[in-house]
């Protein structure tokens, strides 16, 4: 079983739809982080969180929110979602200097 | 703010040579990770390197971290079809886990 878990793994959604993308390890790390690949740009940081009580945005927070409700689980909101927010979307964990990650989710904005 | 930049973009290679994919950093660092991305799959964490003059090899693959140059090094050695993929470099600061990557390396090797 995946240690890192993602859903939906494809969503395809239209234009001023809320939309949440799901995260949960059975890690049992405190960091989890969430970032978007976009061709030509690697890795983008949208928010991070190093545990529960602690939620911090990254590189590229706007348009996006999170909620921690647990150690195991993180969740990325897009609250009205817009066409430039289609991407691969990829949720992490990370102790001793390494991060895990979940196998993504492919977001299409109409 | 920390920018972190690998050359070349892209690569083409044919199977048996060598080659070099380069990160850059632009602040003070001394943890790096070198990840391995397939189409349509998630990051493989390849390599984690700590310390300035650390060298870590695996297969085919070498790589390395010289800190003062801000500078790290994937080594390529006979290519094989098989290392066809994205290479990620990552950079992180401040030592919290808090990394930032660079826009990756399309590999393509040749049979």
């Known amino acids: 079983d995946a240690d890192v878990t993602q859903t939906p793994r494809n969503r395809i959604t239209k234009t001023g739809k809320r939309i949440m993308l799901e995260c949960s390890q059975t890690?049992?790390?405190?960091?989890m982080y969430w970032y978007r690949q976009d061709p030509g740009l690697g890795l983008r940081l949208i928010y991070y969180?190093?545990?529960?009580?602690?939620?911090n945005k990254g590189e590229i927070s706007d348009g996006y929110s999170v909620s921690r409700q647990a150690q195991a689980k993180f969740s990325l909101s897009l609250e009205s979602a817009i066409p430039n927010q289609t991407a691969l979307y990829f949720c992490?964990?990370?102790?001793?200097?390494?991060?895990?990650f979940g196998p993504g989710t492919r977001l299409t904005v109409l | 703010e920390l920018k972190v930049e690998q050359n070349p973009l892209f690569l083409s290679m044919q199977e048996g040579k060598n080659y070099t994919i380069y990160c850059n950093y632009s602040?003070?660092?001394?943890?790096l990770y070198w990840y391995r991305q397939d189409p349509g799959k998630s990051l493989e964490s390849l390599f984690v390197?700590?310390?300035?003059?650390a060298v870590k090899q695996e297969g085919r693959l070498m790589a390395s971290l010289d800190t003062k140059a801000r500078l790290s090094t994937l080594h390529i050695t006979a290519a094989v079809h098989d290392l066809s993929a994205t290479y990620f470099c990552?950079?992180?600061?401040?030592?919290?886990?808090?990394?930032?990557f660079g826009k990756g390396t399309r590999l393509h090797i040749l049979p």
């Open positions: 890690k049992g790390h405190d960091r």
């Open positions: 602040t003070t660092s001394d943890r």
């Open positions: 969180s190093f545990d529960v009580k602690d939620i």
């Open positions: 990552a950079v992180d600061m401040n030592r919290d886990d808090k990394i930032i």
């Open positions: 390197l700590l310390s300035n003059g």
């Open positions: 992490a964990t990370s102790r001793n200097n390494e991060q895990f």
